[in-house]
Each structure stands twice: as structure tokens, then as C-alpha cells.
T-cell receptor, first 112, second 111 residues
Framework: DAGVIQSPRHEVTEMGQEVTLRCKPISGHDYLFWYRQTMMRGLELLIYFNNNVPIDDSGMPEDRFSAKMPNASFSTLKIQPSEPRDSAVYFC??????????FGSGTRLTVV | SQQGEEDPQALSIQEGENATMNCSYKTSINNLQWYRQNSGRGLVHLILIRSNEREKHSGRLRVTLDTSKKSSSLLITASRAADTASYFCVAVQGGSEKLVFGKGTKLTVNP
């Protein structure tokens, strides 16, 4: 298995632009999570899905952030419009039956 | 889950030495998990220990769990430069799938 695949690895965008981050979880995993990591705040859980259904989005910072999981093999995290304070590394993770998450390599987002 | 508090925040040792990191949590748990993060990479799941277990081994890793003290420790024996990373613990209560991460222990193994 190739693991959790995220794209792009790096994204540089201008303030105000829309950014879409993508994630392909491990086949058979029924949970998918989006995390954000910064030096100041550490790792923050943004949202997670179970069987493609959003379960808890209380960590999504504001309405500019949205996440979807149209099927078991794909999820997106969208920021519109982006702001410099959104600069961070965004991680996607998946797990089976809630134990032992597998993380992707992350997307490093820079908003200038 | 609840945030584990790792201690120390930073640890620097020589290659070949053992490294011990500690984790404390506040309420009863279903299991406790340890993760490693190399600089600029995603987290890697190292080991899961259930609340009815007291000790678990995986290669050079040894994890202990003391539910009476609400604490866990991760021991890395015969450390290598490649073990340089941040290590996080997560205490999982069960009934909640969210993993909440603390600030971790930053381990540096000097060659």
C-alpha cells in the first residue's frame, strides 16, 4: 500500500486566492482526519470523517475552510479566500476502527 | 481523546545511550499511543498500549503504562542518530476518535 497520499506537497499562493488540498486515504480505512501544524499552535485537528460523513468539524477555524469527502478514496480541504495566517503544514491521516492513525507527508502551504 | 503531556520538552543524548520520555494524562483511558515525527514529515504510529496492559515492546522500543498514576513512558534503547525526532503521546478515552496531540518531546541523538 502506498500509504496516505497528499497533494500537492508544497503550495505557494497569494492572499485571497482559493486553495484546495487533496488526500487519498489508505484503502479500507473508514476514518479520515485533517490536521494543521504550526510552530505556535502545534498539531490541531480540523475535521474528521467516518465512512465519508463529517463527524466533527469543531476545529475548522472559520467559514473560509471547508472539507469534503465525496467517496471513500478521496477528500479535499479548501480554503477560500486564503490569508497569510493560514500558512502551515496540513496533514491528512486515515485509520481503521479508530486505532493507529497513518499520516500523509503533508502539504506545506504558504500564503503571501 | 485527551492531550498527553510529554516530559521533557527536549532531550539530547549520545548515540548508543537509552532515551526515556514520559507522558501524563488526566482521565481514564482505553489506550495510549505513541507517535514519532521526523522534521518536516508526517507522524508515524509507533506503538499502542491498551489500558489493561502494563508493558509492551516493539524492536528497540519499550512502553510502560501505569493507569494508577495516569502516566506512560517510552524507552528507546541503543539510540541512533536516525531516532532524532519529536515524540508524541495520545491518551485515547474511547468513544471519541479524535486524537489530540500535545507539544511532544524533541529528541536529539548526537553521533
Amino acid at each position: 500500500d502506498a500509504g496516505v497520499i497528499q497533494s500537492p506537497r508544497h503550495e505557494v499562493t497569494e492572499m485571497g486566492q482559493e486553495v484546495t488540498l487533496r488526500c487519498k486515504p489508505i484503502s479500507g480505512h473508514d476514518y479520515l482526519f485533517w490536521y494543521r501544524q504550526t510552530m505556535m499552535r502545534g498539531l490541531e485537528l480540523l475535521i474528521y470523517f467516518n465512512n465519508n460523513v463529517p463527524i466533527d468539524d469543531s476545529g475548522m477555524p472559520e467559514d473560509r475552510f471547508s472539507a469534503k469527502m465525496p467517496n471513500a478514496s478521496f477528500s479535499t480541504l479548501k480554503i477560500q479566500p486564503s490569508e497569510p495566517r493560514d500558512s502551515a503544514v496540513y496533514f491528512c491521516a486515515s485509520s481503521e476502527q479508530r486505532y493507529g492513525y497513518t499520516f500523509g507527508s503533508g502539504t506545506r502551504l504558504t500564503v503571501v | 481523546s485527551q492531550q498527553g503531556e510529554e516530559d521533557p520538552q527536549a532531550l539530547s543524548i549520545q548515540e548508543g545511550e537509552n532515551a526515556t520520555m514520559n507522558c501524563s494524562y488526566k482521565t481514564s483511558i482505553n489506550n495510549l499511543q505513541w507517535y514519532r515525527q521526523n522534521s518536516g514529515r508526517g507522524l508515524v504510529h509507533l506503538i499502542l498500549i491498551r489500558s489493561n496492559e502494563r508493558e509492551k515492546h516493539s524492536g528497540r522500543l519499550r512502553v510502560t503504562l501505569d493507569t494508577s498514576k495516569k502516566s506512560s513512558s517510552l524507552l528507546i534503547t541503543a539510540s541512533r542518530a536516525a531516532d532524532t525526532a519529536s515524540y508524541f503521546c495520545v491518551a485515547v478515552q474511547g468513544g471519541s476518535e479524535k486524537l489530540v496531540f500535545g507539544k511532544g518531546t524533541k529528541l536529539t541523538v548526537n553521533p
